[in-house]
């Protein structure tokens, strides 16, 4: 889960890292109870990056300037997703930026900083990308390290590696993903000041960290509606600009129905892994999802029962097929329960196609086709 | 065959739940050797025919198992894994899914430090097919015979290995190591046990895409595994930024493309499939063996 | 630090620990605001051990029998102990007794459980001790090999595990040298219950346990007062029954030379260790708080200078022999700038003894004497 | 000699604190080779003409050090220590008292799983008499010879050293364990050592009150040490329940007392003093070598 910059901002103050005085607004006469003086900087509150290039950061001299930024600011939408809010703080003097970040390190399978001296940029295409990793227990020390390999020295020495150990401290309290500062500047007062943040909350860890629960739901700006109600309801919707509608069960072998799809013609309009052990109503739902998508001619529907039960799948289908008498599907249906699962479908005008790549072949002719060839 | 064979004598942590217990069903149904089951209160009990026990120290003790496989809830794990660890087990195999990764990294940091092999998280398991199914497989769709599989996902291990079966190629040994970005044995070991393993004779390497594990995995081929690799890549349609079911499988900064994976193995001379059908046919042409149907 | 219990069990409800609804009370007409019913446990809340034998636990069965036992034990003094409240609760239904305890083990170099089938006991003379090491970062099923190890089985077994866990938590977080309960309560219901508690806060962890900060004053009622404001001036006072004032530096260098004392026939009246560095001000309390108490002789001054400066000390001499000329003393002063020290005390009445020995010879001597042989 | 030597490179951590420049001014004096200094932020700088370092890994890399005595605030011992010891420290010293024993326990535990040596805390520190003094002992007391010190105790240390030197006796090494429950080297190792050691031909163990650390070391000593040995135990009027100054020293449920110590060591065939004074006068009768005076 992403969280806006001012919410990270909240936690970074929290945690005692220094930030802007920021202001979180959503209407732009609300401008006119800040308090702190011009010229100010107005910042949209969006779940995607790039928000800079994007036009989402402005500075006003005057409230005059600043209403009408904000209302325009307001209504923008970046990479298809909406501002929230704005977020208000008064410019920043800055002498120099940094980058500075906690994750985890899939290769060495523990927690990593990674700094740059070059602060405000996207740290994959920085070439000055220091790493430390944290192997054991953290101990101030490590961020010592960074601040040494980040090339300070004197009082400013000891304050990098105080902001890093506090970002570390919160990373590995909240159960985050990412907790980065970016730009970390250096103020002309050699004070040290999260300009922006990002968190971005193990969605795993969820559950286990009270202070999230029941944000997921505000969180989801950076999806399609469809994506964030699949999300809320447990299943791994993404959407693409295809038109063959795909479902299976397993990750691996979802990505391998898109992968084939494409590979015999197709265009995939979506990636659903409907779960291990999905029950008729969960496959009902991850139809009835994937159809409301306007885009789609056919759906693709390729079940391996390992865990997943072919008679649960099957009696989701024999629903979704009274609703949708029409749509056409080619379906895949194989393991646990199968021979059940076939004499259930039989009356359903649905042909059960055993072959993986038959299956595919036939959705991508579906597809093509105008008539609904899948239906007998 | 690998890490199981008939003889491995097994423990299930959360043997009483939901999962657990009808895991342990098929488990034994297929003969696997699960000797005993811990959860905490419930010792004393028994289920599907096999003892409960309170602790995983006292289910080892009075059962000799070396093994154990947890099916436990996520944030329990860490403390079912760390019990596995310290009481001794030799492998402990992870199936659930959604263990918050700091977790996962202070458990495999744990097992790392004892000398304890870690399969999964978020895994389907192994099988040493015809003697030892642990976790979720399904068992018949696996055969006895010369192909040792090691993939990162569990429906499309399904796949390709419904596929060498049909094909009437069988597997060594099979092992999924999980979908997660962090995660127990990786590839360099199994394929180093594989390479050393006189039963197999072709390696099936899934990948898919995130992390850089395949890239490095090609590296340590073309320098240490004599026997022939196939590798099929799962993901090569997905979008950058997104996360595509499994907790690893994210193409992000330009990194993890099932495009840059495929290359490494094709440069490291692994053989490239692009659709699990495709593999079975890769597997065909480097097997010694003769294909029986 | 030691806490009362009723602090103990404050704490062990925070953490989760079910503990009798009690209440404090420190005059006998509160007993009329207690809302639960009788028979009630009125039970002092002392510093020390020993309490039950000392008749400083009684049972009330109405409000007039209550109200004549809380007068009788509000006054009641243990070991030297004065009752500083009484806590009020109900009177327990108790299947079962255990002993449950974390504590630092020294010899493995980690904590430790100490569990007992027995409890309400003194655990160093039991004979059903259980012990279990935590070498490492804490996991529940360590409580769960405890409870196994005591024999629980069922839901008992979750229990006590359940208990464990939180009591080692609230161990590691608040720095405690001790978390114990004793007795741990298993009631007619099943239920687990902490009957009494005892908790023993590390000493030098205090600085940075933030809810104990100002807790020192009121929690040295296990001493003597001297004692008790020789601990708040950062010195270790621990008062005996003889007449030789003892002050040294070091508390190696004071126990050697209570024990030469008690060899050559004297009665240390005190260890007092004035601990390494200490200056002429910190000194010169040592000298003040063992020369109030009435009982000693003589004041045996035992300085091997490492890192205290002997110039220092003899500083303090010079300013306590103003006060105090007739005083008995003994001094031997050796290492850093001793011969600065000698000049500084050629005119304050006082020898120097060079050899530690003769020193504590001269003291005993003096003691015994009727006239004050160390003074010329 | 045992652990240091003329040779020994030393960092202080700490270096610019009203104790740590005190010392290092006094360290340098005596000879030792202390070759660089650690303070956060203060790197660049240079304190009684050694270089200071931000880190410690800074610092050993510069300075070739493999030593670290660190004289960092209690609550910052922890870090400090665990700095010392992943920057790759063969010893670790530390002089300070205080710290919490949870941070000491994870300390020590920490260094045990990196193969690092740690004296103290809460200890003066090392010497080997004429070569290299490390931490806050007096130097000027000790002379070279042939006695080798294991103490519990700063200041009495001092005392029977005097004493030796005073009687013409010398010291190999005297090292000062430290006055805390939980520490890192204890007296088995460094019997060991200085039984190894082809310069000491006694060795002087000074205990105190509380625990049972002398009752292990004097059946240790029984089986597996051959020179004699000379031990000291302060406390034996200390009242039980009472916590003697040290951290350590403390008679509780019954164990602890010196009587019982004494005993042990009576009993492993050990020589037992009862005063400072009378340990010289059993090394005087243990010594080979004559006494010049």
């Given at each position: 889960m992403?969280?806006?910059?001012?919410?990270?901002?909240?936690?970074?103050?929290?945690?005692?890292?220094?930030?802007?005085?920021?202001?979180?607004?959503?209407k732009?006469?609300?401008?006119r109870?800040?308090?702190?003086?011009?010229?100010?900087?107005?910042?949209?509150?969006?779940?995607?990056?790039?928000?800079?290039?994007?036009?989402?950061?402005?500075?006003a001299?005057?409230?005059?300037?600043?209403?009408?930024?904000?209302?325009?600011?307001?209504?923008?939408?970046?990479k298809?997703?909406?501002?929230?809010?704005?977020?208000?703080?008064?410019?920043?003097?800055?002498?120099?930026?940094l980058?500075?970040?906690?994750?985890?390190?899939?290769?060495?399978?523990c927690?990593?900083?990674?700094?740059?001296?070059?602060?405000?940029?996207e740290?994959?295409?920085?070439?000055?990308?220091?790493?430390?990793?944290?192997?054991?227990?953290?101990?101030?020390?490590?961020?010592?390290?960074?601040?040494?390999?980040?090339?300070?020295?004197?009082?400013?020495?000891?304050?990098?590696?105080?902001?890093?150990?506090?970002?570390?401290?919160?990373?590995?309290?909240?159960?985050?993903?990412?907790?980065?500062?970016?730009?970390?500047?250096i103020?002309?007062?050699?004070?040290?000041?999260?300009?922006?943040?990002?968190?971005?909350?193990n969605?795993?860890?969820?559950?286990?960290?009270?202070?999230?629960?029941?944000?997921?739901?505000?969180?989801?700006?950076?999806?399609?509606?469809?994506?964030?109600?699949?999300?809320?309801?447990?299943?791994?919707?993404?959407?693409l600009?295809?038109?063959?509608?795909?479902?299976?069960?397993?990750?691996?072998?979802?990505?391998?129905?898109?992968?084939?799809?494409?590979?015999?013609?197709?265009?995939?309009?979506?990636?659903l892994?409907a779960?291990?052990?999905?029950?008729?109503?969960?496959?009902?739902?991850?139809?009835?999802?994937v159809?409301?998508?306007?885009?789609?001619?056919?759906?693709?529907?390729?079940?391996?029962?390992?865990?997943?039960?072919?008679?649960?799948?099957?009696?989701?289908l024999?629903?979704?097929?009274?609703?949708?008498?029409?749509?056409?599907?080619?379906?895949?249906l194989?393991?646990?329960?199968?021979?059940?699962?076939?004499?259930?479908l039989?009356?359903?005008?649905?042909?059960?196609?055993?072959?993986?790549?038959?299956?595919?072949?036939?959705?991508?002719?579906?597809?093509?086709?105008?008539?609904p060839?899948?239906?007998? | 065959?690998?890490?199981?064979?008939?003889?491995?004598?097994?423990?299930?942590?959360?043997?009483?739940?939901?999962?657990?217990?009808?895991?342990?069903?098929?488990?034994?149904?297929?003969?696997?050797?699960?000797?005993?089951g811990?959860?905490?209160?419930?010792?004393?009990?028994?289920?599907?025919?096999?003892?409960?026990?309170?602790?995983?120290?006292?289910?080892?003790?009075?059962?000799?198992?070396?093994?154990?496989?947890?099916?436990?809830?996520?944030?329990?794990?860490?403390?079912?894994?760390?019990?596995?660890?310290?009481?001794?087990?030799?492998l402990?195999?992870?199936?659930?899914?959604?263990?918050?990764?700091?977790?996962?990294?202070?458990?495999?940091?744990?097992?790392?430090?004892?000398?304890?092999?870690?399969?999964?998280?978020?895994?389907?398991?192994?099988?040493?097919?015809?003697?030892?199914?642990?976790?979720?497989?399904p068992?018949?769709?696996?055969?006895?015979?010369?192909?040792?599989?090691?993939?990162?996902?569990?429906?499309?291990?399904?796949?390709?290995?419904l596929?060498?079966?049909?094909?009437?190629?069988?597997?060594?040994?099979?092992?999924?190591?999980?979908?997660?970005?962090?995660?127990?044995?990786?590839?360099?070991?199994?394929?180093?046990?594989?390479?050393?393993?006189?039963?197999?004779?072709?390696?099936?390497?899934?990948?898919?895409?995130?992390?850089?594990?395949?890239?490095?995995?090609?590296?340590?081929?073309?320098?240490?595994?004599?026997?022939?690799?196939?590798?099929y890549?799962?993901?090569?349609?997905?979008?950058?930024?997104?996360?595509?079911?499994?907790?690893?499988?994210?193409?992000?900064?330009?990194?993890?493309?099932?495009?840059?994976?495929?290359?490494?193995?094709k440069?490291?001379?692994?053989?490239?499939?692009?659709?699990?059908?495709?593999?079975?046919?890769?597997?065909?042409?480097c097997?010694?063996?003769?294909?029986?149907?």
């Open positions: 992403n969280l806006y910059e001012y919410e990270a901002k909240r936690i970074f103050a929290e945690y005692g890292i220094t930030t802007s005085p920021g202001v979180r607004i959503t732009p006469e609300e401008l109870k800040i308090h702190f003086g011009y010229p100010l900087t107005l910042k949209c509150q969006v779940l995607v990056g790039g928000r800079g290039k994007a036009g989402g950061i402005k500075f001299k005057d409230l005059k300037e600043g209403e009408s930024l904000a209302a325009q600011l307001l209504a923008l939408e970046i298809g997703c909406k501002t929230e809010s704005l977020l208000i703080e008064p410019k920043a003097s800055i002498k120099r930026e980058y500075l970040a906690v994750t985890l390190d899939r290769g060495r399978g927690p990593i900083f990674i700094g740059s001296a070059e602060g405000g940029i740290i994959e295409s920085s070439e000055n990308v220091i790493t430390v990793p944290v192997p054991g227990k953290f101990q101030p020390y490590i961020a010592r390290d960074l601040a040494k390999k980040l090339g300070f020295s004197g009082a400013l020495f000891n304050k990098i590696a105080d902001c890093a150990t506090k970002l570390y401290k919160l990373f590995e309290e909240l159960d985050l993903d990412l907790a980065e500062i970016n730009p970390l500047v103020t002309e007062g050699d004070d040290v000041l999260a300009l922006d943040g990002k968190i971005i909350v969605d795993d860890a969820i559950g286990r960290q009270k202070r999230f629960t029941g944000w997921q739901e505000k969180h989801l700006t950076d999806m399609s509606v469809r994506e964030g109600r699949a999300k809320l309801a447990g299943l791994n919707l993404v959407e600009d295809g038109n063959i509608g795909i479902i299976c069960n397993g990750a691996g072998l979802t990505m391998a129905t898109m992968d084939m799809v494409k590979k015999f013609g197709g265009r995939p309009a979506n990636f892994d779960g291990g052990g999905s029950d008729a109503e969960k496959t009902l739902f991850a139809l009835e999802i159809n409301e998508n306007p885009d789609i001619e056919v759906i693709l529907l390729n079940i391996l029962g390992g865990i997943t039960a072919c008679d649960e799948v099957a009696k989701a024999v629903e979704f097929r009274k609703k949708h008498p029409n749509r056409k599907m080619s379906v895949r194989r393991g646990n329960n199968q021979d059940v699962a076939a004499k259930m039989a009356d359903s005008g649905l042909k059960l196609i055993a072959d993986v790549e038959a299956a595919v072949k036939d959705a991508v002719a579906q597809a093509n086709s105008k008539t060839v899948g239906v007998k | 065959m690998i890490l199981i064979d008939k003889n491995t004598k097994i423990i299930v942590q959360g043997v009483t739940g939901k999962m657990g217990a009808s895991h342990t069903k098929r488990m034994l149904e297929y003969g696997t050797k699960i000797v005993g811990v959860t905490p209160g419930k010792g004393g009990e028994s289920i599907h025919g096999i003892p409960v026990f309170d602790t995983v120290a006292e289910a080892m003790s009075a059962t000799g198992a070396t093994v154990s496989v947890i099916f436990v809830p996520p944030y329990l794990c860490l403390d079912a894994g760390a019990e596995a660890i310290d009481a001794g087990c030799e402990v195999v992870v199936i659930t899914e959604g263990i918050p990764p700091q977790d996962t990294a202070k458990l495999i940091a744990h097992a790392k430090a004892k000398g304890t092999r870690v399969v999964g998280p978020n895994c389907p398991g192994l099988i040493t097919p015809g003697q030892c199914l642990i976790g979720i497989l068992g018949v769709i696996f055969k006895p015979g010369p192909v040792g599989m090691i993939s990162r996902s569990g429906t499309l291990t399904y796949e390709v290995a596929g060498l079966t049909d094909a009437g190629l069988g597997q060594s040994t099979c092992v999924g190591i999980g979908g997660d970005p962090i995660k127990g044995l990786g590839y360099a070991e199994l394929l180093t046990a594989f390479n050393d393993d006189p039963a197999t004779e072709v390696i099936v390497l899934i990948g898919e895409i995130g992390g850089t594990a395949e890239e490095e995995a090609a590296a340590f081929i073309k320098e240490n595994i004599r026997k022939p690799v196939v590798a890549i799962a993901g090569q349609t997905a979008p950058p930024g997104k996360r595509m079911g499994h907790a690893g499988a994210i193409i992000s900064g330009g990194k993890g493309t099932a495009e840059s994976k495929m290359k490494a193995f440069d490291a001379g692994v053989s490239v499939a692009t659709t699990p059908l495709e593999v079975v046919d890769a597997v065909k042409k097997c010694k063996q003769p294909v029986t149907k």
